[in-house]
């Protein structure tokens, strides 16, 4: 498994301000990915972010808005940026580890982000 | 990636058994199924993973069908602690989860 830490947990910010997001890991894992989870709703995924390349980013989610940093292999940042109240969500990151049968993802406790 | 479908919403009482049904009809031969628990303010932590017949571990047990085509998440005897959402996924450890609506069930003393 992964112990997984984000800072901040919560934060509440002003439309068009930007709130970067911190996520360590444990240990050292090649794959971690970034989602959102808006208010009752299920989990989106943003982007995969693998250390020593670009972040790639799903459909609906662009790097001027998400950039996303991923400098070592137990470290990344998710940036929000130019923020609306529609980007009040929880973001959460994760890690995939192999496990017995096939891959497990471990995930942070989240971010919650309120926008006014 | 298979689509899951499974109920939105399941209540019980303390000491019962859960049992919640994940349809996924589309699985591929190489698709892995995995549960999630999720409380609420906290991320989804990984419950099982079964690929056929049955798995059991400390927390729940997966029954898989021959077809594959369902899958049952198992809770025995849940407690107030047990009430969450349970998502279950279907994939290859191809990294790309999709979460579904997930199940919330709720547990009364």
């Known amino acids: 498994s992964a112990v997984i830490s984000q800072k901040p947990s919560r934060d509440i910010c002003q439309r068009g301000t930007s709130l970067t997001i911190q996520c360590q890991v444990d240990?050292?894992?090649?794959?971690m990915f970034w989602y959102r989870q808006q208010p009752g709703q299920s989990l989106t995924l943003i982007a995969t972010?693998?250390?020593?390349?670009?972040?790639?980013?799903e459909s609906g989610f662009v790097i001027d808005k998400f950039p996303i940093s991923r400098p070592n292999l137990t470290f990344s940042t998710l940036t929000v940026s130019n923020m609306s109240p529609e980007d009040s969500s929880i973001y959460l990151c994760?890690?995939?580890?192999?496990?017995?049968?096939?891959?497990?993802?471990?995930f942070g406790p989240g971010t919650r982000l309120t926008v006014t | 990636l298979a689509k899951t479908t499974q109920p939105i919403s399941m209540d019980s009482y303390e000491g019962q058994e859960v049992n919640i049904t994940c349809s996924h009809n589309?699985?591929?031969?190489?698709?892995?199924i995995t549960w999630y628990q999720q409380f609420p303010s906290q991320g989804p932590r990984f419950i099982i993973q079964?690929?056929?017949t049955k798995v059991t571990n400390e927390v729940a047990s997966l029954f898989i069908p021959a077809d594959r085509k369902s899958s049952t998440l198992s809770l025995p005897r849940v407690s107030l602690s047990d009430t969450a959402v349970y998502y279950c996924?279907?994939?290859?450890?191809?990294?790309?989860?999709?979460f579904g609506a997930g199940t919330t069930v709720t547990v009364r003393a």
């Open positions: 994760s890690v995939e580890l192999s496990g017995p049968l096939s891959y497990e993802q471990y």
């Open positions: 240990s050292q894992v090649t794959m």
């Open positions: 972010a693998n250390q020593g390349s670009e972040a790639t980013y």
């Open positions: 589309n699985i591929a031969t190489n698709d892995y």
């Open positions: 079964g690929y056929k």
């Open positions: 996924l279907v994939g290859a450890g191809d990294y790309k989860l999709s």
